[in-house]
């Protein structure tokens, strides 16, 4: 459709709720999904007299993202007031960071989609913390005109991570939202679950159109509502197209038009216009005066540092060379979040074969917490028992079918290692038993210990399936090698 | 330091003030003073002077990231002018 060529523009905003147990500043749960309106206190409905108090863990996490996009913590960090008034803002302001941010000037790399060799960075202007918002709920079914508020979410602690306008397609931002959410995932800094909101982006885009030499810059437009990557994708194409569109037919340019709020319809898959957007101006900041400014100490500075281990990339590479597992394996179980990474580490170290503990993990402990929804914390096969299973197998006491059947047993009957062995009749079987066992089969059965004498190593196997008649528990590999041991000594 | 009418107006709206009845230019001119008052501050050379985040002493007032019990839902909308039994209800917001 477009006659000229342009340069698409995007900067994004993306709010992430931080993984606290608490709010921001006040005690309240900050757990999602309770009933409406039961964990708020006087500081959450902005009754006189309630004062903030600030909560450190927030402030540590703040960091903590902080480090992991290169930025400075600069020495001091305070507290502003955005004035505006809505039913779900009791106080009638936010509180939020407005010219000293807790983190400023990083960077974010991201491979190009469009070229993997290819590596672009984005800077990262400054995050700031603020509080969040309730939710307001609009009651039109009930053929009611009022809308319903909840503030269970007032006040809790949103980290807004704001982007230089570096990107330049769709694809770019999609790649940029996923590799900071899995940083922010894997680094415990927040869930990032888009439907529960705690990641939240918007992205504010305009083109710079080159007619014939002269750029023209179309009004940036701010689009909100994205609930998913997809959406943001889908979002941002649409809305390039229609400023293209709005510029060849009306004239608008950054000039003659300010900045505008559209949100996303997702089922009309269009953007629309919300609200002319307010001026920095109309917000009147000023410095918080129920709040202090904070100097992160040089204590909590190490504690954050200490707290910043590696990155996923990273995890991916170590995987490989610590345990020798494949670039893919260690893609999976990376990809299954810090969890489930901690919980390989666990297992492949105290079993000490890093590639069988991939593939216990991945595929019986991955699918077992799959079938049951739950996360890898709540599965009831701690890391050690998987190790000592896994060595059971090492050391050829059990083969892998049994180790299965074992760890079956235990995930049915909620069982420890040793009971579920015993209850399947599996014992550890006393060498000097084995011995006389293969020393009675070898005597029934001299043509066997002829064939193998005769070079026909395989002919053993046919004692095998009678010793295991005889004792179920008769490991075939040690009656395999105690019986060729026993006919060359004879 | 003059303000407009219009000013004024755009300030009332952001502050949620109902100004409707009263004389503008009155309220421009007390505003006017406040807004004088202040300014005789910029007088002052603070060129080398760091900006002052608080008038107090102290800093690094913080808490543990801790649960408290929150307040009784009822008495959470107690004073609410309009309430259901989860709720508060509110005139209609969109968007």
Redesign the interface.
């Known amino acids: 459709m477009s006659q000229y060529p342009f340069t698409t523009v995007i900067g994004l905003e993306v709010h992430v709720q931080l993984k ?3 709010k921001l500043f ?4 900050t757990e999602f999904g309770a ?8 500081l ?2 902005g009754l006189p007299g309630a004062l903030p ?7 540590e996490l703040s960091a903590l993202a902080g480090l992991a996009l290169h930025c400075d913590l600069p020495p ?1 960090t ?1 507290w502003d007031r955005k ?1 505006y ?4 803002l009791p106080k009638g302001y936010q509180t939020s960071q407005f010219d ?1 941010p807790i983190c400023a000037d990083g960077f974010l790399e991201i491979e190009d989609p469009a070229d993997a060799n290819q590596t672009v960075r984005i800077g990262i202007i400054r995050a700031h913390l603020e509080e969040d918002a309730g939710k ?3 009651d039109e079914v009930a053929g009611r ?7 269970n979410r007032c006040g809790t602690p949103l980290l807004e991570i704001v982007s230089e306008p570096d990107l330049r397609t769709a694809e770019q931002c999609v790649a940029f939202l996923t590799k900071l959410r899995e940083m922010m995932v894997h680094l415990g800094v927040s869930d990032c679950e888009m439907q529960e909101g705690s990641l939240r982006v918007d992205a504010n885009v305009n083109l710079h159109i080159d007619r014939n030499g002269e750029v023209i810059a179309t009004p940036i437009v701010e689009i909100k509502n994205m609930n998913s990557f997809r959406n943001v994708a889908a979002a941002l194409a649409y809305e390039v197209d229609r400023q293209y569109e709005e510029w060849e037919t009306k004239g608008h340019t950054i000039k003659t038009h300010g900045k505008r709020t559209f ?1 996303w319809d997702d089922g009309k898959q269009v953007t629309y216009p ?2 002319e957007k307010e001026e920095s101006a ?1 917000y ?1 900041y000023f ?1 918080c ?1 129920d709040l ?4 992160l ?1 040089e204590a909590q500075r190490e504690k954050v540092r200490s707290m910043f281990t590696e990155l996923p990339q990273q995890a991916r590479e170590r995987l490989q060379s610590q345990y020798d597992v494949t670039a893919y394996d260690a893609d999976v179980i990376v990809s299954a979040g810090p969890e489930m990474l901690a919980y390989y580490d666990s297992v492949a170290t105290a079993c000490g074969d890093g590639k069988r503990a991939s593939s216990w993990v991945q595929q019986d402990v991955m699918r077992s917490i799959k079938e049951q929804g739950i996360s890898v914390d709540q599965f009831a096969i701690s890391a050690d028992q998987l190790a000592a299973l896994i060595q059971c197998i090492i050391a050829g006491e059990l083969a892998n079918n049994r180790a299965r059947d074992v760890f079956e047993h235990m995930l049915d009957k909620g069982v420890a290692m040793d009971q579920a062995m015993k209850d399947l009749g599996i014992e550890q079987v006393d060498d000097s038993e084995i011995e006389s066992l293969v020393a009675d089969l070898l005597s029934k059965n001299p043509r066997v210990v002829d064939d193998v004498k005769g070079g026909n190593a395989k002919a053993v196997g046919a004692l095998i399936g009678q010793a295991r008649k005889a004792n179920p528990n008769a490991n075939p590999q040690q009656v395999r090698e105690l019986a060729l041991k026993m006919i060359e000594q004879m | 330091m003059a303000l407009s009418t219009d000013d004024v107006k755009k300030l009332a709206l ?3 003030l109902d100004i409707s009845d009263l004389p503008v230019d009155h309220l421009a001119g007390q505003l006017e003073s406040i807004l004088d008052f202040v300014h005789q501050l910029s007088e002052l050379d603070t060129e080398d002077v760091e900006p002052m ?2 008038a ?1 002493d ?14 009784d ?1 009822q008495d ?2 107690a004073n609410a002018p ?1 309430a ?1 039994d ?10």
């Not at chain 2, 102290?58 to 307040?71: F, G």
């Open positions: 606290t147990a608490s006040c005690g309240c749960s009933p409406p309106n039961t964990h708020v206190c006087p959450c409905l108090v600030i909560n450190e863990k927030a402030l001091v305070k004035q008034f809505y039913p779900d000293m307001s709920m609009h005109a009022d809308s319903r508020i909840d503030l949100g919300q609200r109309d009147r410095p005066p202090l400014p904070v100097r100490t | 952001l502050a949620r985040t608080t107090l102290v800093d690094n007032r913080w808490r543990r990231d801790e649960v408290l019990p929150s307040l839902r959470v909308l309009a259901d989860e709720c508060f209800r509110v005139p209609p917001v969109l968007g």
